[in-house]
């Protein structure tokens, strides 16, 4: 009886640490799958910031890559150029059927051959030369090469610059498209909670017998056209996501206005025009890519020019004859090689004038760069400066229309006011509010622009510059 009565609770213990790791197990199971189906949708309801977005357009978009190769292809155009510095290396190999048996030795391998004797003959016959060559003078057409080369490879590295700083504009301006749709959106749908409220007011007074069949028809008008309005912001919204989306390499749902953070300028003064144009003529991609074109273009005079001078090479040469019967002889030779064009049809001459000609043209963009940066400063100052005043107005002219309306709504509430004003101070609030965003946006943008005109814009900037707003 007593061991029957002490196996009992050892088997009813073991039952139900089997029955807890089940659950165990299960819960784990269970928590495992949970986790993966949360996952997406945690990631998802990530936030979406600004310098996030730019880092994936950078990384993701086709005008960057290719920018970068083209960048690649300049710089490597500088070593294949700088090759000719280097001595020339060549071998080659001849394998020949004559229709008559040929001499298998050159002339002076006759030697080793008695009079009246015939050195060996072949129908096919074999060569095998290496020759080393070094261009000891060519009027500096080597020097040219170099350095047009490297002009433009430094205007390849300028454009990927611009068009890496042209798609940071793009971001920003789409990630604000974006958050400022949103936000006009939402002032329209507390616009319509406002006229919902009042339908509902004028409703109950209309039953009452307290109010007049045209305050409904007023009300109920003014929000038709908000409805109206919110459609278009509506599908507006949907737009911005839209290009946000493709510019940064996600899908639609993932640059909801909800997920997007605020931004707002850090840093609000305005630096003077002297010292903003002179950091412009220093630093704008478009500006330094047209100085690297013209440089390559004086370097392709240099080239041009070369053509004009003999060339002197330091030649030498290993030659190997056989033929199919096993008869073999070597040589060397060594030498200078003197050559010079003396008549080209022109050629030369049209090359000088062709370099000559792109020289020029490209020390006239150069002066159209310039001129175009100096308008571009002076546009983007001006829209800073603009952007800046309007949206001290206008958070001035929001905050006393939120009061107006607000006054308006008691004044008609306890029947001393009228709803043509209500409705009116309503509508002025909504439009005070979607300007007062839009003038934010706009001065973020012109800041960012006149950044990129300036040469500065790049993703430290944006960190440093348009922080979260409060």
Request: aromatic content about 6%; some cysteine; hydrophobic content about 45%.
């Amino acid at each position: 009886m007593r061991r029957s009565g002490e196996t009992r609770p050892r088997r009813a213990r073991g039952g139900c640490l089997r029955v807890a790791l089940a659950v165990a197990i299960w819960g784990a199971i269970q928590g495992l799958a949970a986790g993966e189906l949360a996952g997406p949708s945690a990631a998802a309801a990530a936030p979406l910031t600004l310098l996030d977005a730019a880092q994936r357009a950078l990384e993701s978009h086709p005008q960057v890559g290719a920018s970068a190769a083209a960048r690649d292809e300049a710089r490597a155009a500088i070593g294949e150029a700088q090759a000719a510095w280097w001595p020339l290396l060549r071998v080659s190999g001849t394998a020949t059927r004559y229709e008559e048996p040929m001499a298998t030795l050159p002339i002076h391998g006759f030697s080793g051959f008695a009079l009246g004797s015939f050195p060996p003959f072949d129908r096919t016959l074999y060569q095998g030369v290496a020759s080393l060559s070094y261009a000891l003078f060519d009027g500096n057409a080597r020097v040219g090469r170099v350095r047009q080369a490297r002009g433009r490879a430094g205007a390849a590295e300028a454009a990927l610059d611009a068009a890496e700083q042209g798609v940071l504009s793009r971001v920003v301006a789409s990630y604000l498209a974006v958050e400022g749709t949103g936000q006009v959106l939402e002032a329209h749908d507390r616009h319509l909670e406002a006229l919902l409220a009042e339908r509902t007011r004028v409703g109950q007074l209309l039953d009452a017998g307290r109010a007049a069949p045209l305050e409904a028809l007023r009300v109920e008008a003014e929000l038709a056209n908000a409805e109206a309005d919110r459609v278009r912001f509506a599908f507006a919204l949907e737009q911005a996501e839209f290009d946000l989306a493709r510019l940064v390499g996600l899908p639609a749902d993932a640059v909801d206005p909800a997920r997007l953070e605020p931004i707002a300028c850090a840093d609000t003064t305005l630096a003077p025009r002297e010292p903003l144009l002179a950091q412009a003529f220093a630093g704008s991609p478009a500006l330094r890519q047209a100085r690297e074109q013209r440089f390559a273009a004086d370097a392709g005079r240099r080239v041009a020019r070369g053509a004009c001078w003999p060339e002197l090479k330091a030649v030498g040469n290993y030659i190997d004859y056989a033929d199919a019967s096993g008869h073999e002889s070597r040589e060397w030779n060594a030498g200078l090689q003197l050559s010079m064009n003396l008549f080209t049809g022109g050629a030369i001459r049209g090359g000088v004038a062709r370099a000559d000609a792109a020289s020029r043209g490209a020390t006239e963009l150069v002066r159209l760069a310039e001129l175009q940066v100096g308008q571009d400063l002076d546009r983007a100052r001006a829209a800073v400066a603009e952007s800046h005043a309007r949206v001290r107005s206008l958070e001035k002219a929001a905050a006393r229309l939120a009061e107006v309306a607000r006054i308006e709504r008691l004044t008609l509430q306890t029947g001393s006011g009228t709803q043509t004003d209500y409705l009116r101070a309503e509508a002025d609030l909504l439009t005070a509010c979607a300007n007062r965003v839009e003038a934010r946006h706009r001065e973020i943008a012109a800041r960012v622009e006149l950044a990129r005109v300036t040469g500065v814009l790049d993703v430290a900037w944006l960190a440093r510059n348009l922080g979260a707003q409060e």
